[in-house]
T-cell receptor, first 114, second 115 residues
Framework: DAKTTQPPSMDCAEGRAANLPCNHS???????VYWYRQIHSQGPQYIIH???NNETNEMASLIITEDRKSSTLILPHATLRDTAVYYC???????????????FGTGTRLTVIP | EPEVTQTPSHQVTQMGQEVILRCVPI?????FYWYRQILGQKVEFLVS????????KSEIFDDQFSVERPDGSNFTLKIRSTKLEDSAMYFC?????????????FGPGTRLTVL
């Protein structure tokens, strides 16, 4: 089941950075933090993931605290198209084929305001 | 960029009828999944499939459900006798390799409406 806690909703002004927090206080040493988003009823879209270090890609940055109990997804310049539900998911790694399953929580509904 | 495709985009059926939802995963991906999302609720894992067999399934995936990879490209979800509560978006996903740092890629979904 979902092992993360996220605020149910957030607003962000267009062009500003959107900082979406996630608590995963029970994360294990072998679990990655993944972020997905879902725009309206489309399929979830992968954004970024990390284990310990901060990560950045063309979509976003992921900041993971040193104790790994929380993280923040940063969309540096939010646009109206970034309005979506954002999911923070912890996922174990390992050789089990089933270990790749994703368990979604309720996520954060981000609304980008013009 | 390669993508997961699903057909049909919307399926309407009568209660008690069988439905088959189809997915074409990304070529050369090895792991396949079905998820569902009831309107207004969270995305729920149904089943994972690897090496031509189910590797894990949730409590939702009861005997009414089955999955198949009949021809090496399609990945199907069959619901044998649909119920009203099966109405949902069904998402297929595929995963490239056994490397832990890869990610799942989701299809656009099939909206199933059971009347």
């Amino acid at each position: 089941d979902a092992k993360t806690t996220q605020p149910p909703s957030m607003d962000c002004a267009e062009g500003r950075a959107a900082n979406l927090p996630c608590n995963h206080s029970t994360i294990s040493g072998n679990e990655y933090v993944y972020w997905y988003r879902q725009i309206h009823s489309q399929g979830p879209q992968y954004i970024i993931h990390g284990l310990k270090n901060n990560e950045t890609n063309e979509m976003a940055s992921l900041i993971i605290t040193e104790d790994r109990k929380s993280s923040t997804l940063i969309l540096p310049h939010a646009t109206l198209r970034d309005t979506a539900v954002y999911y923070c998911i912890v996922r174990p790694w390992g050789s089990k084929t089933g270990a790749n399953n994703l368990f979604f929580g309720t996520g954060t509904r981000l609304t980008v305001i013009p | 960029e390669p993508e997961v495709t699903q057909t049909p985009s919307h399926q309407v059926t009568q209660m008690g009828q069988e439905v088959i939802l189809r997915c074409v995963p990304i070529s050369n991906h090895l792991y396949f999944y079905w998820y569902r999302q009831i309107l207004g609720q969270k995305v729920e894992f149904l089943v994972s499939f690897y090496n031509n067999e189910i590797s894990e399934k949730s409590e939702i995936f009861d005997d009414q459900f089955s999955v198949e990879r009949p021809d090496g490209s399609n990945f199907t979800l069959k619901i044998r006798s649909t119920k009203l509560e099966d109405s949902a978006m069904y998402f297929c996903a595929s995963y490239p390799t056994s490397r832990d740092t890869d990610t799942q890629y989701f299809g656009p979904g099939t909206r199933l409406t059971v009347l």
